[in-house]
């Protein structure tokens, strides 16, 4: 993976975690895209965020962002400026593009956090899970690693079904 140029950090442990985040955020879109192109079935569910690819897409991106404006918000920062992510239907044309503009974002808030502020206090996340800035941070990144390897698993699954 190429590094964005210039990113400079208090804390190591933040810039891995940013450029974790990058990475499976731009993994998680090529998988998704590839569910997209072999009409890929979710299992049905309740969850609005499992209605359909273009949802499950917006999901993802869209809780991207959030959990930047959430830790912005949580260590009194400034805004970070994402934008929400489009609807499901938009998103399947416009997620590169919005995916840009969230990695983007998410690479200066952080600069300046020290390690100290990472692990003290715990803050109640929109869900009321309680989380430090490390445990989010580590949550940001595991979530597009999760859904694309439910993704994985559902190709894999259409795949063999075609081959038998």
């Known amino acids: 993976m ?4 210039n990113l400079t950090y208090r804390s190591r442990a933040v810039r891995a975690l940013v ?3 990058e990475e499976h955020l731009r993994r998680f879109i090529h998988t998704w895209r ?3 192109a072999a009409s890929v079935s979710l299992a049905p569910s309740d ?3 499992y209605a359909s690819l273009g949802a499950l897409g917006q999901h993802v991106l869209g809780a991207a962002g ?3 404006v959430w830790m912005c918000e949580v260590l009194k920062l400034p805004d970070p400026g994402i934008r929400p992510a489009p609807d499901a239907a938009a998103i399947v044309r416009d997620a590169e593009e919005y ?3 969230v990695l983007e974002r998410w690479r200066a808030p952080l600069c300046d956090v020290s390690s100290e502020l990472l692990e003290t206090p715990e803050y109640p996340s929109r869900w009321q899970t309680r989380y430090c800035i490390d445990a989010m941070l580590e949550h940001a990144v595991m979530h ?3 859904h694309a390897f ?4 559902l190709i894999k699954a259409l795949d063999n079904a075609s081959a038998t």
């Open 144 to 146: 597009p690693i999760r």
């Open 47 to 49: 969850d609005p965020a």
């Open 66 to 68: 959030g959990y930047m």
């Open 99 to 101: 995916m840009e503009h």
């Open 19 to 21: 450029l974790l985040h």
């Open 34 to 36: 590839r569910a997209l």
């Open 150 to 153: 439910q993704l994985d698993e």
């Open 2 to 5: 190429d590094h964005p140029p």
